[in-house]
Structures are given as structure tokens and as C-alpha cells.
């Protein structure tokens, strides 16, 4: 898990957020698309719930 | 015809033939089962709905009990929701262990003033607007927040894997399908972000816009998703290609449907079939009035599922496309077993024999008495044994 990671930004802009969050999917790929994209699943989620 | 004819492929055959208007070694039995396989265990709703394990255990125990022809996961709505949610809401489903039932609100977090926001940027819109309409806090919240949930959704992910080990490996059946998008984009407006009355509005009030807002969805989710099949999927352990299911299609007329539904669903049957491979299309509620759009779909590689239509009327609309239905609640759930077999013969008989036909309730079976026990072990056990005298001369 990556230690520069800013636990502190906030979720409400997207791109910022989004980036921040991806740097936790160690398990995935290291490519940002990829990232993007599971983290996309995670809100469609959250939507579907 | 021996009782030893089991496995994987034994049961993927089955439904290869009816679905291709062979006459099949038996008629296929297709599951529908969601709720009512916890009830029928005698497990709270709440408890099956917040644990993967106990989860993955009804899901087990149900097809050890039932003998079906395929495994349907259930963890579309037997998923740990709360797990997912932990923190930053109570999402719209709420359990009613004494009703035993999952009710959900109807919501609307998408309006008609949203269009060009959604347009122009649609993930941006569900994360910075949407989210923060379901759940108030969303803003507030900081990355920290969400750091536990990366690994409780990679647990729903790998609990998806884990039944997909389950069903071919220990139960040997094949799964429903090998790809599928989670529902077709005009599902989307109607499931997830309008509701049951904002879509229903929307499509009259907004019509140009909806259909723009769909479209959309359709280039960025199905398109591709077309494209993989059209590459070819591996097939081998899954009963269908694909599948996709029909909901909001019930508060449409046919005009509508065709703008909304069509040039998605024609897109997606265009490369199955030029893949010489089969789908399934559930259609919640009724679908024979929409016939017209499936008449020259090619014979032999779309079935699907009905609910309030009487699969003899669907035969005789659609003669190019397999039926899967016709085993009521009505007998499931109220009548002796004698007589539920005794239906389901009849069934099979007139409509099974020569290929196009696969058995399957008439609804989600939800509730404890969609069904009894003791009905649905005797159909599956009769249909598990009655084989066809047609298919061994084929």
C-alpha cells in the first residue's frame, strides 16, 4: 500500500480523488486506466446498493 | 439414455440443443431462485445479506438440494450490501426479516435538468453529483473513508469468483453465461438513477435527451462489450454467451421500446449470432407484445425467459426463438406434488419435445410461498429423469 497516499483528500472532486484512492489498488496492475476503472466499479457499486 | 450422463458439458448440451431447436436428451431446467432458496433453509434474510460465507453456503446447499440444469448466482441480490456501504450510508435497501423481503425505495437521484451535465462527462457525474444525492455525506467524506472499502469490494469480487469455482468445479454445471454487461443502458435510468416514476416520466417528458443519455451508455458500455464477443469468448463452461435482462420495457410501448431498447439489443444478437453462439434475454413481466422486433432474429440462438406469458402463446408469436418458463407459483407453491409433476410433464410433452422449450419458474422466487419445497424437489427430480424418446433418434 503506497505511503504517499493523501488520506485527507476529499472525495467530492473526482479526478483528485480518483487519484489518490488508486494508489491503494496495489493488487491491480500498475496501470491508471485499469485503476480507474475498478474504482469506477466500486461507485457503480455503491450506486446499485 | 443412462442417469449417469452428468458434468459440466453434459448439462451445457441440454441447453445447446432446446435453445437450438434440437430435440434435447431431457428439457433443460433453468433456475430462477433468489431469496426464497434462504427462506427455504430457514436463514433470516438479514443475516444471508451480510455474510459471504453463509452466503456462498445457501447458494451451495440449494443446488445440492434442487438439480438444475445451470447455476444462476444470486448474489445480485444476496451480496453483503452493508459491508460495501459500511460508513458512508444506508444505500435503498432496507430487510424486513418479519416480511421477509428486501423492500427498496423508489428513488430518483438523476432529473430531467441533468442531461448535458451527464453527457458530457458521466462518470464524473455519478461520483461528484449522483453519489452525493444518495448519500448526503459523500462530500464530506475523505479519501480515508474509503480506503477499507477497496478491500471489502474486492471481497464481493472474489466471493463472485469463488461461486463460479463452486458451480463448475463442485456442482459441475455450467454457468448462465461466459460475458454480460450488468444491465442495458436504458436499465441504468430505470433501476439505478431515475426510479420506477422518473423514467417512466422521463421517457415522455425528455424523450430526445433520454434517448441521447442512452446512447451514450450504449457506445461506452456495450459497444466494447460487443466487440469482445465478437473476438470470441471461451464458452466452454458457461451454458450461454451472454445474457441481459428486460424490466423497464414494461411501462413502454413498442415505439419506445425501439428507440430505447433495440439498437442495443440488435446490436448485441448481431455478434452472437455471428458467432454461431446463444443468448438468453430475460423479460420480467411481458414480452409477447413486443414480438415484432424478434421476428427475424435467426432461429436457434436467442432464448427467453418470460414471466406473465403463457408459453404456449410464445411459441406460437416467436417460432424462431426458444421459450424458457411455464412452471407457475400457481403449482409450485399451492398445488400437491403429484399434480406439479403432472403439469411439468404435460409441459414437456407439448412444447419440449423437438427442441425450443426449457422449463423455468414464471417469476424471481422470492417469497417463502412462491414455492414448496417438497414441490420443487419433485419437478426437478422428475425432470432430472425424463428422457426424451425424440432426442435418440436425432
Given at each position: 500500500?503506497?505511503?504517499?497516499?493523501?488520506?485527507?483528500?476529499?472525495?467530492?472532486?473526482?479526478?483528485?480523488?480518483?487519484?489518490?484512492?488508486?494508489?491503494?489498488?496495489?493488487?491491480?496492475?500498475?496501470?491508471?486506466?485499469?485503476?480507474?476503472?475498478?474504482?469506477?466499479?466500486?461507485?457503480?457499486?455503491?450506486?446499485?446498493? | 439414455?443412462?442417469?449417469?450422463?452428468?458434468?459440466?458439458?453434459?448439462?451445457?448440451?441440454?441447453?445447446?440443443?432446446?435453445?437450438?431447436?434440437?430435440?434435447p436428451a431431457r428439457v433443460p431446467f433453468i433456475p430462477h431462485f433468489y431469496l426464497w432458496s434462504a427462506l427455504d433453509q430457514g436463514y433470516k434474510i438479514?443475516?444471508?445479506?451480510?455474510?459471504?460465507?453463509?452466503?456462498?453456503?445457501?447458494?451451495?446447499?440449494?443446488?445440492?438440494?434442487?438439480?438444475?440444469?445451470?447455476?444462476?448466482?444470486?448474489?445480485?441480490?444476496?451480496?453483503?450490501?452493508?459491508?460495501?456501504?459500511?460508513?458512508?450510508?444506508?444505500?435503498?435497501?432496507?430487510?424486513?426479516?418479519?416480511a421477509e423481503s428486501i423492500e427498496i425505495d423508489d428513488f430518483q437521484i438523476m432529473f430531467g435538468h441533468d442531461y448535458d451535465a451527464f453527457l458530457a462527462?458521466?462518470?464524473?457525474?455519478?461520483?461528484?453529483?449522483?453519489?452525493?444525492?444518495?448519500?448526503?455525506?459523500?462530500?464530506?467524506?475523505?479519501?480515508?473513508?474509503?480506503?477499507?472499502?477497496i478491500g471489502t469490494y474486492r471481497e464481493f469480487t472474489s466471493h463472485l469468483a469463488t461461486l463460479s469455482e463452486i458451480a463448475t468445479k463442485e456442482l459441475?454445471?455450467?454457468?448462465?453465461?461466459?460475458?454480460?454487461?450488468?444491465?442495458?443502458?436504458?436499465?441504468?435510468?430505470?433501476?439505478?438513477?431515475?426510479?420506477?416514476?422518473?423514467?417512466?416520466?422521463?421517457?415522455?417528458?425528455?424523450?430526445?435527451?433520454?434517448?441521447?443519455?442512452?446512447?451514450?451508455?450504449?457506445?461506452?458500455?456495450?459497444?466494447?462489450?460487443?466487440?469482445?464477443?465478437?473476438?470470441?469468448?471461451?464458452?466452454?463452461?458457461?451454458?450461454?454467451?451472454?445474457?441481459?435482462?428486460?424490466?423497464?420495457?414494461?411501462?413502454?410501448?413498442?415505439?419506445?421500446?425501439?428507440?430505447?431498447?433495440?439498437?442495443?439489443?440488435?446490436?448485441?444478437?448481431?455478434?452472437?449470432?455471428?458467432?454461431?453462439?446463444?443468448?438468453?434475454?430475460?423479460?420480467?413481466?411481458?414480452?409477447?407484445?413486443?414480438?415484432?422486433?424478434?421476428?427475424?432474429?435467426?432461429?436457434?440462438?436467442?432464448?427467453?425467459?418470460?414471466?406473465?406469458?403463457?408459453?404456449?402463446?410464445?411459441?406460437?408469436?416467436?417460432?424462431?426463438?426458444?421459450?424458457?418458463?411455464?412452471?407457475?407459483?400457481?403449482?409450485?407453491?399451492?398445488?400437491?406434488?403429484?399434480?406439479?409433476?403432472?403439469?411439468?410433464?404435460?409441459?414437456?410433452?407439448?412444447?419440449?419435445?423437438?427442441?425450443?422449450?426449457?422449463?423455468?419458474?414464471?417469476?424471481?422466487?422470492?417469497?417463502?410461498?412462491?414455492?414448496?419445497?417438497?414441490?420443487?424437489?419433485?419437478?426437478?427430480?422428475?425432470?432430472?429423469?425424463?428422457?426424451?424418446?425424440?432426442?435418440?433418434?436425432?
Amino acid at each position: 500500500m503506497g505511503s504517499n497516499v493523501n488520506m485527507d483528500q476529499s472525495l467530492s472532486d473526482y479526478d483528485k480523488a480518483i487519484e489518490e484512492l488508486s494508489k491503494l489498488l496495489d493488487f491491480l496492475p500498475d496501470d491508471p486506466a485499469a485503476r480507474k476503472l475498478w474504482l469506477d466499479g466500486m461507485a457503480d457499486r455503491y450506486i446499485k446498493l | 439414455m443412462g442417469t449417469s450422463s452428468t458434468g459440466v458439458g453434459f448439462h451445457k448440451q441440454l441447453v445447446d440443443d432446446a435453445v437450438r431447436f434440437k430435440a434435447p436428451a431431457r428439457v433443460p431446467f433453468i433456475p430462477h431462485f433468489y431469496l426464497w432458496s434462504a427462506l427455504d433453509q430457514g436463514y433470516k434474510i438479514s443475516d444471508v445479506c451480510t455474510d459471504f460465507e453463509l452466503n456462498i453456503k445457501v447458494q451451495r446447499n440449494f443446488h445440492e438440494k434442487y438439480k438444475f440444469d445451470v447455476f444462476k448466482s444470486q448474489s445480485g441480490l444476496l451480496c453483503n450490501p452493508l459491508a460495501i456501504l459500511e460508513g458512508i450510508g444506508t444505500g435503498f435497501n432496507v430487510f424486513n426479516d418479519d416480511a421477509e423481503s428486501i423492500e427498496i425505495d423508489d428513488f430518483q437521484i438523476m432529473f430531467g435538468h441533468d442531461y448535458d451535465a451527464f453527457l458530457a462527462d458521466w462518470r464524473r457525474f455519478l461520483w461528484e453529483v449522483m453519489l452525493p444525492r444518495k448519500f448526503p455525506e459523500w462530500n464530506n467524506l475523505k479519501v480515508s473513508d474509503l480506503a477499507r472499502h477497496i478491500g471489502t469490494y474486492r471481497e464481493f469480487t472474489s466471493h463472485l469468483a469463488t461461486l463460479s469455482e463452486i458451480a463448475t468445479k463442485e456442482l459441475a454445471l455450467p454457468k448462465m453465461n461466459a460475458v454480460a454487461p450488468a444491465f442495458l443502458p436504458v436499465e441504468c435510468f430505470y433501476m439505478y438513477w431515475m426510479g420506477l416514476q422518473g423514467a417512466s416520466k422521463e421517457v415522455r417528458r425528455n424523450p430526445g435527451k433520454f434517448q441521447d443519455a442512452v446512447a451514450l451508455l450504449d457506445k461506452e458500455i456495450i459497444d466494447p462489450f460487443v466487440e469482445l464477443v465478437k473476438q470470441g469468448v471461451d464458452v466452454s463452461e458457461s451454458a450461454f454467451v451472454t445474457s441481459v435482462t428486460f424490466l423497464a420495457q414494461n411501462f413502454m410501448n413498442s415505439k419506445q421500446f425501439g428507440q430505447y431498447y433495440w439498437p442495443t439489443v440488435k446490436k448485441i444478437l448481431d455478434a452472437v449470432t455471428g458467432q454461431d453462439q446463444i443468448m438468453h434475454i430475460f423479460a420480467e413481466g411481458m414480452i409477447i407484445r413486443l414480438a415484432d422486433f424478434f421476428r427475424d432474429v435467426e432461429k436457434g440462438h436467442l432464448a427467453i425467459q418470460i414471466e406473465q406469458d403463457s408459453p404456449y402463446d410464445f411459441v406460437k408469436a416467436l417460432p424462431n426463438v426458444a421459450c424458457i418458463g411455464g412452471v407457475t407459483t400457481h403449482y409450485l407453491g399451492h398445488t400437491p406434488a403429484d399434480e406439479c409433476v403432472a403439469y411439468v410433464k404435460r409441459l414437456i410433452d407439448d412444447l419440449g419435445t423437438s427442441g425450443g422449450f426449457l422449463l423455468a419458474p414464471d417469476k424471481m422466487m422470492s417469497y417463502r410461498r412462491d414455492a414448496k419445497g417438497e414441490n420443487l424437489k419433485a419437478v426437478c427430480d422428475f425432470v432430472a429423469e425424463y428422457w426424451l424418446a425424440s432426442a435418440q433418434e436425432v
